[in-house]
């Protein structure tokens, strides 16, 4: 990318003054938002204080360029069309603490893990979203947390608060705001040296596998396949096919998203590209509204209704047909492929019942969004060991029934949307390599929010995934 090729202007925070050449719907403007319900926000305490780390926040460089989302939209185009599919993975909670090499090293090398086996499972181009480089904000199902007969403020995710058990930790700080985007910075600049640099070059395809995962049976599957790629590289050189100058073969992009939580954030990371005539949020290539902001005049529906970039949608058992139908005619009035990413997270067993109506629905009003698959959040529950945990078994069955739908429906089913690790953590119940039975999970049980797939358990969904995208 060439400076020339940046036609971004700084947006003034304090009005949101609208650039003239438009973008956005007829009344929009980049603080639209503000005056409509924001559920989930943290109670800032210093409204001043606030305010000036949003004007400092709009006059930082952008995170991401236009160009690069709308590349994203035009995957997510083809992705639409039946012709690739979407793999978003990550944190439930990303760490300021764990952007760093090693922990983005460890993030990217299980999401090439799982995109590869998907690609070489079914044959199609596989569209690799993070959940990374800016997951800081949580939504919370208590606003407070009590411990002993002492309640504070629930934790928030690092852009808002810290997590320990005290008051001074749980105060909203809005000078993490400023922090998410150093450490969102320093992370992007990681994973773009490690996605252009080699390290996601195919020739490593082994070297992806760590030696605790090589012990589980799916780890042994995935030398297999990895064997094969190899072995295809080889045969291509053999017949004369430059490997070395294919680009695709040594590099990869992986796009960042996160939840669009925090609409000062967000607001202070939009800019108004004057060659495109339009407004992105900078802050990552794909935003997506959560299960419990997606409210259709509330404030995080009105901010991205007029940003270019994609935007996802937690699809929750709650959704009615009626409602999603109006959210998608304000996120996606043109109608326009690659624009809208419908996640559903129902839970195993509910899929059935309720997905067919809210496919017709949307099919019928003349969308065609991207559908993934969270098998995550309709699954989460309480073990009796009193750890927040999912089972495997669940995450794999709500997939299943994703694709059954999907195939009778007559539709694509168009990714999935996964919170995993690189990491040998032990969040998630199942998975073939030493069984994590309940009694395990307080042996290493990481997470800053919700469960997550350790690496063995995430090939071994691959796997899966694979075989129903072939079927
Ligand atoms: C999440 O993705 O971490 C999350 C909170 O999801 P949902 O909004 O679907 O509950
Ligand atoms: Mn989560």
Redesign the pocket.
């Known amino acids: 990318m060439t400076a020339s090729d940046t036609h971004t202007t700084q947006l003034a925070v304090p009005d949101g003054t609208r650039t003239a050449g438009g973008g956005g719907p007829a009344g929009w403007s980049p603080d639209s938002w503000r005056g409509r319900p924001a559920a989930q926000q943290p109670d800032w305490p210093d409204p001043e204080e606030l305010r000036g780390v949003e004007n400092t926040l709009a006059l930082r460089p952008p995170l991401v360029l236009p160009e690069e989302i709308l590349d994203l939209r035009r995957s997510l185009a083809q992705v639409a069309a039946g012709e690739g599919f979407l793999l978003q993975a990550g944190d439930?909670a990303e760490r300021f603490g764990s952007c760093t090499e090693a922990g983005v090293r460890g993030k990217l090398r299980v999401i090439l893990q799982v995109a590869i086996l998907l690609t070489y499972g079914s044959g199609l181009p596989v569209v690799k979203v993070g959940r990374i480089a800016g997951q800081f904000g949580?939504?919370r199902s208590r606003p407070t947390e009590t411990v002993d007969g002492v309640e504070l403020p629930a934790f928030r995710g690092d852009i808002v608060n810290r997590p320990e058990f005290t008051a001074e930790a749980r105060r909203p700080d809005a000078g993490r705001l400023l922090s998410a985007y150093h450490h969102a910075s320093a992370a992007l600049n990681v994973l773009r040296a490690l996605t252009l640099g080699g390290y996601a070059d195919l020739g490593q395809v082994h070297d992806w596998n760590q030696e605790f995962v090589r012990r589980s049976a799916a780890g042994q599957r995935y030398e297999t396949a990895a064997d094969d790629i190899t072995r295809a590289l080889r045969f291509m050189a053999a017949c004369g096919v430059d490997t070395r100058s294919q680009a695709a073969l040594h590099q990869v992009q992986l796009y960042t998203s996160h939840?669009a939580l925090l609409p000062q954030y967000e607001q202070a990371l939009i800019r108004y590209d004057e060659k495109r005539r339009g407004w992105f949020d900078t802050s990552a290539h794909m935003l997506w509204i959560?299960?419990?902001t997606r409210r259709l005049d509330g404030a995080h529906v009105e901010l991205l209704a007029g940003v270019d970039n994609p935007v996802g949608v937690?699809v929750?058992p709650s959704t009615g047909a009626a409602d999603l139908r109006e959210l998608c005619e304000r996120l996606d009035p043109d109608r326009a492929p690659g624009r809208l990413v419908l996640?559903s997270?129902l839970g195993a067993g509910r899929g059935g019942e309720l997905l067919p109506p809210l496919l017709r629905a949307v099919r019928d009003a003349g969308h065609t969004p991207v559908w993934a698959c969270?098998p995550m959040?309709g699954n989460t529950f309480v073990s009796e060991s009193g750890y927040k945990t999912r089972r495997l078994s669940d995450i794999t069955t709500e997939v299943a029934e994703f694709f059954a739908v999907h195939r009778e429906e007559g539709l694509h089913p168009g990714g999935i949307h996964l919170?995993l690790t690189g990491d040998d953590v032990t969040e998630c119940l199942g998975g073939d390599l030493d069984e994590v039975l309940d009694t395990h999970l307080a042996s290493r049980y990481e997470t800053a929010?919700?469960p997550r797939l350790n690496a063995a358990q995430s090939i071994e969904l691959a796997f899966r995934v694979a075989e129903f995208l072939r079927e």
């Open positions: 439930c949580k939504p939840e959560g299960d419990r937690k929750g996640i997270r969270d959040h919170e929010c919700d």
